[in-house]
């Protein structure tokens, strides 16, 4: 199957601070990226959608301000976490997919600590 | 957006029993259902899916059914090996291309 590379894969930073999550598809076109949270034993909260070059939709609940994504090539979409807070740590995981409605594939995910 | 729900939560089966795991959505616009299987510590990967024009699809030990009318579908796993305990997820995907994830299903196969 196709390559999606997320990094980094482990992060830690201090309240406050604005952390950068890239999510990368190595050897496909990305029409659409999807950022997901993912809680301990849980599922796969979808936070936004992203299609290159247009801006992202994201589902109710999740503050766009807060959580700015960027998808600014076919290959490349970006999450960055603004002043993050403990509540923000979490595992973020991204899914990328070449056409409509064709299997998405996922990224290694990003474990994120915020102290 | 969609609401996908996914039953069981968790499921135990002893090994060379099947396991069935139901999930339901309620867009009726939606019109492909991929399964995904997520090991401890690892990325879902994609085991199969289905889109809305077929009613059953079977690869080896595992085969998926959708009834569109009642929008639910299932994932039917034969033979069950220890190597298929593992945390299960449906997804529904419509128009706007967004896939939603139903809860999960933890499936531990007894050896």
């Known amino acids: 199957g196709a390559v999606v590379s997320q990094h980094p894969s482990r992060v830690i930073c201090k309240s406050g601070t604005s952390v950068k999550i890239e999510c990368r598809s190595l050897d496909f076109q990305a029409t659409t990226m999807f950022w997901y949270r993912q809680f301990p034993k849980q599922s796969l909260m979808l936070m936004a959608t992203?299609?290159?070059?247009?801006?992202?939709?994201?589902e109710q609940g999740v503050e766009k301000d807060k959580f700015l994504i960027n998808h600014a090539s076919l290959t490349l979409s970006t999450l960055t976490v603004t002043s993050a807070h403990p509540e923000d740590s979490s595992f973020y995981i991204c899914?990328?997919?070449?056409?409509?409605?064709?299997?998405?594939?996922f990224g290694q995910g990003t474990r994120l600590t915020v102290v | 957006g969609e609401n996908v729900e996914q039953h069981p939560s968790t499921l135990s089966v002893q090994e060379g029993d099947s396991a069935v795991i139901k999930c339901t959505y309620s867009?009726?616009?939606?019109?492909?259902f991929p399964w995904y299987k997520q090991e401890l510590g690892k990325r879902p990967q994609l085991i199969i899916d289905i889109r809305s024009n077929v009613g059953e699809k079977k690869d080896q030990r595992i085969a998926v059914t959708l009834n569109k009318t009642a929008k639910h579908f299932s994932l039917h796993i034969t033979e069950t090996q220890p190597e298929d305990s593992a945390v299960y997820f449906c997804?529904?995907?419509?128009?706007?291309?967004?896939?939603?994830f139903g809860t999960g299903t933890s499936l531990t196969v007894i050896p």
């Open positions: 899914s990328a997919s070449g056409q409509v409605n064709t299997e998405a594939f």
């Open positions: 997804a529904a995907s419509g128009t706007g291309n967004q896939f939603y």
């Open positions: 867009d009726s616009a939606s019109n492909y």
């Open positions: 992203s299609n290159e070059g247009s801006k992202a939709t994201y």
